[in-house]
């Protein structure tokens, strides 16, 4: 299978090399000066202009590459997907994290799953009702080249407030219960064999449920709605059988299929809108993408969306 000849024709101008159609195969490596995402997102590539690879490592876990890119700053990529840039990255941290922190009255004990780059902990970290962070990411691979390649986020693990859990989070959540005012999920896609597979399972939102407390409020990355919407569908009935609030929103982020990332709001109490305190949010510093009237438009889904959802 080839590219379209309309799409052969930008590749080449972008490259500004001359090639044949027979030469653009659906490979990365055949557009340089790109970097192509095209794992199983429904046909829909993600390009990225990179000037160069900086690193490649190879964990028990996954594979890790860090892109110098030439627009975006530094890019992670892990397994073939892209995690985040420095230039977009606010539109995934800040919304991953300061929904369900402002939707909770007094947030204190924070988890969050995955997320070893740093950035939903820099947020996170901005709340000071926030006492306890546990970053529980099962590959410390990451978090080492995150304090080299996205210095901004690298003070957050050294806060007092941090602890760094180097495990498997579906095994050391069935251990915690009552434990957590929230949960974020910051994890990879659920492509088949991966540590992120079990996490978009119903036993893990239950061992989720069972680890927060009371009043508690969970945040998992929920995939793209024009991608996933089976998925977005599926996660959605299914909280709202373990939760007494379940809801879907998402967010922009031009470096991800779709240019949109979604999340599952899953709550034992409040919705996501009664402690929405303008005050508060006032209060974090350097925000970029979060605002009091994105929090409430970020749920407002396109028809076929809701129609699916009901």
């Known amino acids: ?21 027979a030469d653009v195969q659906l490979n990365p490596a055949d557009v340089p000066g ?15 202009g990179v000037k160069k690879r900086v690193e490649r490592c190879v964990t028990e876990f996954q594979t890790i590459e860090i892109y110098e890119t030439a627009t975006f700053g530094n890019m992670m990529v ?25 939707a909770h009255p007094n947030p204190q004990r924070v988890l969050i799953v995955g997320g070893g780059d740093g950035g939903t902990l820099t947020q996170v970290l901005k709340h000071p009702s926030v006492k306890e962070v546990v970053l529980c990411e099962i590959d410390a691979k990451v978090i080492e080249l995150s304090k080299t390649y996205f210095p901004e986020f690298s003070a957050s693990f050294s806060d007092a407030r941090t602890n760094i ?6 095994q050391y959540i069935k251990e915690m219960k009552n434990a957590f005012d929230v949960i974020i999920v910051d994890s990879t896609d ?19 449920h069972a680890a927060l407390t009371a009043d508690g409020i969970a945040i998992t990355q929920s995939e793209p709605h024009f991608l996933y919407t089976d998925l977005v569908e599926k996660l959605y009935k299914q909280n709202r059988e373990i939760f007494a609030h379940a809801a879907y929103y998402f967010t922009l982020v031009p470096t991800y299929p779709s240019g949109t ?4 709001f899953c709550s034992k109490k409040y919705d996501p809108f009664e402690n929405v305190d303008t005050a508060r949010i006032a209060q974090l510093s350097g925000l970029q993408y979060y605002t009091p009237e994105i929090h409430k438009a970020s749920f407002a889904l396109p028809k076929y969306v809701s129609d699916r959802l009901g």
């Open 34 to 48: 790109f970097y192509v995402e095209w794992p199983e997102h429904n046909g829909l590539p993600t390009m990225v």
């Open 1 to 21: 299978m080839k590219y379209s000849m309309r799409l052969f024709s930008l590749l080449c101008l972008l490259s500004g090399q001359s090639m044949t159609a």
């Open 78 to 102: 892990i397994d073939d997907v892209i995690m985040l840039t420095q230039r977009d990255n606010h539109g995934y941290h800040e919304m991953i994290s300061h929904i369900a922190l402002n």
């Open 190 to 208: 659920p492509f088949p064999n991966t540590p992120a597979e079990a996490l978009f399972e119903r036993p893990f939102y239950l061992d989720m």
């Open 261 to 264: 990332i979604g999340f599952s």
């Open 165 to 170: 859990v180097a495990r498997d989070a579906t």
